[in-house]
């Protein structure tokens, strides 16, 4: 009490004296290290501790009609110490009891961000203005916002033009709306689809991810904050947290250093030299080390080695996880001496950041390391001009989801698509066709969403029924759900079945879903607790790992029963990993995979199907035949994998693949070295087919002969080219020095003379062309 009396005279009277004279740091012509420097030294260590802090929002406001106020939890947790960060503020969905009923339109979110701000300003000493950080990994995770598809159907897209499109739309929207942070990408490498986020990142290559990863960035504003839609972007999660033991979310991460120094960290760096200015720890370990513990990561690595001039955020409550979880601290104090001592400037939901300043004070830590934290997040407060222009317009918030908005979502929606298989040319159907539209996944709203998705209000998201009834006449579409993804109470399989033999052609929707209801328990990080009694879809998102990769409930059942018609069986799946598709793929006449599409997915499902659109996604992430052959990446180091005694040891798709509606054929493959460890590989693709069409050319090295292990290839550029029937289209990719390192025997990286073999083709199991290139 004694203490919070103390800093409101202190709050007074620098109001009083700032009212009389503007400071330095108030003074916009100034350098921003001059006013970082001027507003640092006039900082309790309290408030500077403060600054360290990001405090979980979604409470933190009160609606009052047309009205939005802070709520009195707010203004006592203000009162009771600094707060220079809240996260989560708009956010709506089970896990914090926000709905279309009681959360934030676009609008008055806006409302909120204003009220919020200006009680900080006017109720604190410096009227130091609050960062809004808020989950956007695909799209501002908020009531009447975009949503887009996931990370991995992004990557299928193999366009970094559509991410750099989306990174627009996502950072408007956010900022819009008066926040400033977005979280995402997620630039995990998966190669374990057992795990639970598989759907958030962007697949199982270091080099997709990482294309795919700047792009997003530079569409999130690339570090320019001058500009008015610009987000801090930040990076998930630092490091290796995709590919834990066992497919278990936060486990250890059992990763080499060579490992982690080739393909692990590349992406990360390509985005942060695009602009990110944020990174996010993990909860994982690696070699015994917790990750939001590791100086050698947020300090040697990321700052002294990389340059990264942004500030490294924790996962939520990740560094009270350094003594809860893994027991590396033997109480939450020490934990929070860890973290800030490893390098991470800011504690996102924990308690550890507020035991620092008694830290401090027993000199368990420097006061001059909470100087350099606080000065990283003051330096971009400034840069983002927040301390003149905290405040948004109201009225602008209405351009959120707007049609243009949708377009573009709608657009990555259709190019995400992937066609595995197309027997017989069965697709795409003709619109005279009387279709059975069939399935968990056929008409279910959220299924085709993902994790860290708000409500959605009724007509926003279009459903492949949907899609396929904007297409037909009514009378020619008959839909039967059938079962659900995991419950097996309420089946009506013999109802599907009628619908089946009725129709000519029958479309299924089965796969997963990340859907989350007010049925789930969720743990204090957000992670839904699994309950193998639950009859809710949900198999996947944050805490959904699985043990294997089957179709849940009687989905196997219902797709054995379509096929016993003799009807032609369209099967799409909508899931959030590389579910088992051996079944489909021997059975169906046609095998597609959605991913996560978002909110337009069943209008460009739609659009495939009945061929307005010719498809080319394409995995970025590989389909294992069975669990049991886990893990199953295709750029393995040598020797290549050799068979089981059961089974094939080759996935049963790769990575890189995907069909057309159209084909295509490569000649004329040159190879021409330009300089000392520069070359530019050209080659042609002719449309050899009757449609117009997109074809993803993938270029692949081999190095042939290496000091230390090297992988049987390796993605180093691709281009996704529209390319009409029976033209065809040169194309160029230069190889850099950078194409041609690895890391070395001391981990460093080298670009080491010897013959590289040059791999061409649209899969990375469909090689149409080879050549040689030496570094001498």
């Known amino acids: 009490?004694?203490?919070?009396?103390?800093?409101?005279?202190?709050?007074?009277?620098?109001?009083?004296?700032?009212?009389?004279?503007?400071?330095?740091?108030?003074?916009?012509?100034?350098?921003?290290?001059?006013?970082?420097?001027?507003?640092?030294?006039?900082?309790?260590?309290?408030?500077?501790v403060g600054q360290l802090r990001c405090a979980l929002a979604w409470n933190y406001y009160e609606i009052l009609g047309k009205r939005v106020v802070p709520s009195e939890s707010f203004r006592k947790d203000l009162e009771e110490g600094s707060i220079g960060m809240l996260w989560a503020t708009f956010r709506a969905d089970p896990w914090t009891r926000k709905s279309l009923s009681n959360g934030l339109t676009p609008q008055l979110a806006a409302k909120a961000a204003n009220a919020l701000q200006d009680y900080v300003m006017n109720h604190t000493r410096w009227g130091i203005p609050l960062f809004l950080a808020?989950?956007?990994?695909?799209?501002?995770?908020a009531i009447g916002t975009t949503v887009f598809p996931t990370g991995l159907g992004l990557a299928a897209t193999f366009s970094p033009e559509v991410a750099e499109a989306m990174g627009r739309v996502v950072a408007k929207e956010v900022r819009l709306?008066?926040?400033?942070?977005?979280?995402?990408p997620v630039l995990d490498l998966s190669r374990d689809p057992r795990w639970s986020r598989v759907e958030e990142s962007m697949g199982e290559d270091p080099v997709l991810t990482g294309t795919m990863g700047a792009a997003l960035v530079r569409g999130l504003g690339g570090g320019d904050l001058s500009k008015p839609y610009s987000t801090l972007a930040t990076l998930k999660h630092f490091i290796a947290y995709g590919t834990t033991e066992g497919g278990q979310n936060g486990n250890q991460s059992i990763i080499g250093q060579r490992d982690l120094l080739q393909n692990f960290l590349p992406p990360f760096k390509k985005a942060i030299d695009a602009g990110a200015l944020s990174v996010m720890t993990s909860y994982n370990s690696l070699d015994g080390i917790p990750s939001t513990a590791s100086r050698e990561l947020y300090t040697d690595l990321l700052r002294k080695q990389w340059g990264f001039r942004g500030f490294v955020v924790s996962d939520l409550y990740s560094i009270d996880g350094i003594w809860e979880t893994h027991h590396v601290a033997s109480t939450l104090q020490q934990a929070g001496v860890m973290a800030l001592t490893a390098g991470v400037d800011e504690d996102l939901g924990g308690k550890a950041y507020g035991e620092l300043t008694d830290?401090?004070?027993?000199?368990?830590?420097?006061?001059?390391?909470?100087?350099?934290?606080?000065?990283?997040?003051?330096?971009?407060?400034?840069?983002?001009?927040?301390?003149?222009?905290?405040?948004?317009?109201?009225?602008?918030?209405r351009q959120v989801r707007s049609e243009e908005h949708k377009a573009i979502a709608l657009e990555a929606a259709r190019k995400l698509i992937t066609l595995l298989k197309n027997e017989n040319h069965i697709l795409p159907l003709s619109k005279?066709?009387?279709?059975?539209?069939?399935?968990?996944?056929?008409?279910?709203?959220?299924?085709?969403?993902?994790?860290?998705?708000?409500?959605?209000?009724?007509?926003?998201?279009?459903?492949?029924?949907?899609?396929?009834?904007?297409?037909?006449?009514?009378?020619?579409?008959?839909?039967?759900?059938?079962?659900?993804?995991?419950?097996?109470?309420?089946?009506?399989?013999?109802?599907?079945?009628?619908?089946?033999?009725?129709?000519?052609?029958?479309?299924?929707?089965?796969g997963g879903s990340s859907a989350r209801d007010f049925k789930t328990s969720y743990k204090a990080t957000g992670a839904a607790e699994t309950d193998i009694k639950s009859l809710a879809d949900m198999d996947c998102g944050e805490g959904y790992d699985?043990?294997?990769?089957?179709?849940?409930?009687?989905?196997?059942?219902?797709?054995?029963?379509?096929?016993?018609?003799?009807?032609?069986?369209?099967v799409v799946y909508i899931e959030g990993r590389p579910l088992d598709k051996a079944w489909a793929a021997e059975h169906a006449d046609a095998l597609l995979t959605a991913y996560y599409p978002g909110q337009e997915g069943g209008t460009a499902i739609a659009d495939v199907l009945f061929g307005d659109y010719?498809?080319?996604?394409?995995?970025?992430?590989?389909?294992?035949?069975?669990?049991?052959?886990?893990?199953?990446?295709?750029?393995?180091?040598?020797?290549?994998?050799?068979?089981?005694?059961?089974?094939?040891?080759?996935?049963?798709?790769?990575?890189?693949?995907?069909?057309?509606?159209?084909?295509?054929?490569?000649?004329?493959?040159?190879?021409?070295?330009?300089?000392?460890?520069?070359?530019?590989?050209?080659?042609?693709?002719?449309?050899?087919?009757?449609?117009?069409?997109?074809?993803?050319?993938q270029l692949y090295l081999h190095n042939e002969v290496a000091s230390v292990v090297q992988p049987i290839k390796q993605l180093k550029h691709f281009a996704r080219v529209y390319i009409k029937r029976g033209e065809t289209q040169h194309l160029e990719f230069d190889i850099t020095p950078e194409d041609l390192e690895i890391i070395g025997k001391d981990h460093q990286p080298v670009v080491e003379p010897g013959d590289f073999e040059v791999l061409v083709g649209n899969s990375s199991d469909n090689i149409l062309l080879r050549g040689k290139l030496t570094v001498e």
């Not at 709306?177 to 995402?184: D, E, K, L, T």
């Not at 085709?448 to 009514?474: F, S």
Request: glycine content about 8%; overall charge positive; proline content about 5%.
């Open 1 to 48: 009490m004694k203490k919070a009396l103390t800093l409101v005279v202190l709050s007074l009277l620098a109001l009083g004296t700032a009212a009389q004279k503007k400071l330095p740091y108030q003074n916009a012509k100034l350098p921003v290290d001059e006013r970082v420097s001027d507003l640092l030294q006039r900082m309790s260590l309290e408030e500077k």
């Open 134 to 141: 808020e989950e956007a990994p695909h799209g501002h995770m």
């Open 177 to 184: 709306q008066g926040a400033h942070i977005s979280y995402g």
């Open 359 to 397: 830290a401090v004070r027993k000199g368990m830590v420097s006061e001059a390391l909470v100087d350099t934290a606080c000065a990283r997040i003051l330096r971009l407060k400034f840069e983002m001009g927040l301390f003149e222009h905290p405040h948004v317009d109201v009225k602008a918030a």
């Open 432 to 510: 005279a066709a009387r279709v059975a539209v069939v399935g968990p996944n056929a008409d279910n709203v959220y299924n085709m969403l993902g994790d860290y998705t708000a409500p959605q209000e009724d007509g926003n998201v279009k459903t492949i029924l949907m899609g396929i009834k904007a297409k037909l006449p009514q009378g020619n579409v008959e839909y039967a759900k059938g079962c659900a993804v995991r419950d097996t109470l309420h089946s009506n399989i013999d109802e599907a079945v009628a619908a089946a033999r009725r129709a000519d052609v029958v479309v299924v929707a089965v």
């Open 546 to 570: 699985r043990a294997t990769l089957s179709l849940l409930g009687h989905q196997q059942r219902l797709l054995e029963a379509l096929r016993k018609t003799g009807k032609p069986l369209v």
């Open 614 to 697: 010719n498809p080319a996604g394409r995995l970025p992430v590989s389909v294992p035949r069975t669990v049991g052959q886990l893990p199953v990446y295709y750029n393995k180091r040598a020797p290549k994998a050799h068979n089981y005694v059961e089974m094939s040891a080759q996935p049963l798709y790769s990575f890189g693949h995907g069909l057309s509606y159209t084909t295509f054929s490569y000649s004329n493959l040159q190879i021409h070295k330009q300089g000392e460890k520069t070359f530019c590989v050209s080659f042609d693709v002719t449309n050899t087919g009757s449609r117009d069409g997109e074809e993803v050319a």
